[in-house]
């Protein structure tokens, strides 16, 4: 059903569904994913054969560690996969129909360093369109107009909306550290800080941001979640690599750092995710999809979801997908989403897209026949 001046606007649930183009500025998608992990593999295994950290008693262990010269190699490895593959979602799957759990771990681990490695310190190095020159930024500047707008104020920090919510086929964390610009100076301590206030891994799932394939930057030990490596600020690419080999050392039994849950694909029965993002949609009136293709892999999971739609919704006459991106596969996308949902496209990505409704709710106006 259409939304008219009919209608009753308040208090709609909105809900962003982000896939990789949300990150478009800040994150390399599809085919350049791959290449800047093997740049980046090439980079570290290059930088712990410095000879001067032979001499520096701060960095004297990289030089020549084993340890990184393997990690540069593994994200190497990985990146030609990504290559060979079309995405590493694709040869993660692979892995996964062969049964081949643990070399699926050690892709997830690897994942997890090389977006840690690219959102705090690599971004700075590589340019979006070679044309262009246009470089990246560590943040996605659309995130921060996006919080300016759908945060209220809080105690001690803003706090988001109540009426909005986020899904993300993403690993990275963008919206959780554009999140951390507008707090106090005191409480910007890391994102295991930021989480108080702005949840992305709440054990009940009540989160502000559902990772639907989890996140980068953190492992498990022993049922507790550890960060790869505590990234203070104005720490460099070196003290990261120092933090892997102090990691190496304190969880000296590697076969129990595990990545299985803290990364895990919608296809691997990850069915808390699902259950989770159901919930948010029952209750969500519009659907802001921003950046995201519908990849086939994900179609189940994502034909689930958008069924869920507003069916327990106070308002449930009102559910439409919008859908935010240069290009649009109509229908594929009405394919998924049937008959009942109304779907809307809007091609210009310079920011992401808020309702009117959320700016300028309105009550419904009475109608009066005879």
Known sequence: MSISRYNNTENLKITYLFGAGASYNSVPIW???GETMI????????????TDFKLSEIYKNLYNSQVIINLGKKLIEYGYKAIEFGTLDIYARSLFLLNNNEELNNLKYHLSVYFDLWENFLFKDFVIDKNKKTKYSQIDKRYFSLLSVLLDKGNPNPQLNPNVSFISWNYDLQLET??????????KHNLEHVNRFFKF????NKNDILHLNGFRGYFNYDNTLYPNVVVKPNKTIEDYLLGILDNKKQFKNQRKVDYTNNIKYAWEGNNESLASAINVLEKTNLLIVVGYS????????????????????VNKEIKQVIYQNPNINRELLENICGSNIEVKHI???????????FLFPQKGDDIFFG
């Open 31 to 33: 085919n350049m994913q």
């Open 39 to 50: 740049l980046i593999g090439e980079k570290v295994e290059y930088l712990v054969r410095n």
């Open 178 to 187: 554009a999140y951390k610009s507008f707090i106090h100076d005191s409480e």
């Open 201 to 204: 891994y709440d054990r009940e």
């Open 294 to 313: 519908f990849p086939s892999y994900n179609r189940e999971t994502d034909s689930k979801m958008i069924a869920s739609l507003g069916s327990k919704s």
């Open 347 to 357: 091609e210009n990505t310079s920011q992401f897209h808020i309702p009117h409704e």
